[in-house]
């Protein structure tokens, strides 16, 4: 297992290999196809994103409320290959690393190499385990979407699995 502190630096970004288990500390936000697609809009039309992306780590996640006492809901993965025809746009802004559940597509995984990014996969199904992981969470942007707002959470010993690494390799397909 691999600690890890977000934002992650290149160099420990570029040493992930697919299978590499590892544990995440520090600040990832959050946001899913709604999100990833407002944040494309406002780059195709020259307006800034709500967060720098570069050198950053997007959860694709719609937590459930929180019930008193908790900082965030139930937090598990949503399936990421609906994230798939924004992603490479994001990437070319320096979105570095993506979390979510489940295969992506070929495009996805060509950008990830071009852009030496990688993604890492959660189990599905551990939601209500994962949130305990998380520490704080502050509403960045785009607060009509709910629970698909994006979210800047604080995180320790947030576990996921190197799925697809910078240079090719490919746990789904190994």
Partial sequence: MKKITLPMSEAVRLSLRAGDEVSLSGILYTGR?????????????????????????????????????????????????????????????????????????????????????????????????????VKAMELIAYPWLESEAVFRLTIEDFPAIVAYDSVGNDLFHH
């Fill in 33 to 133: 196809d709604a999100a990833h697609q407002l944040m494309v809009k406002a780059i195709e039309n020259h307006e800034k994103l709500p967060f720098d992306v570069n050198g950053q780590a997007i959860y694709h996640v719609g937590p459930t409320p929180a019930k008193p006492g908790q900082v965030i809901g139930s937090c598990g993965p949503t399936s990421s290959y609906r994230m798939d025809p924004y992603s490479p746009i994001l990437m070319k802004q320096g979105l570095k690393v993506m979390i979510g559940k489940g295969p992506r597509s070929d495009e996805y995984r060509r950008a990830l190499v071009d852009h030496g990014a990688v993604y890492l996969d959660v189990t599905g199904g551990i939601g209500a385990l994962l949130s305990k992981r």
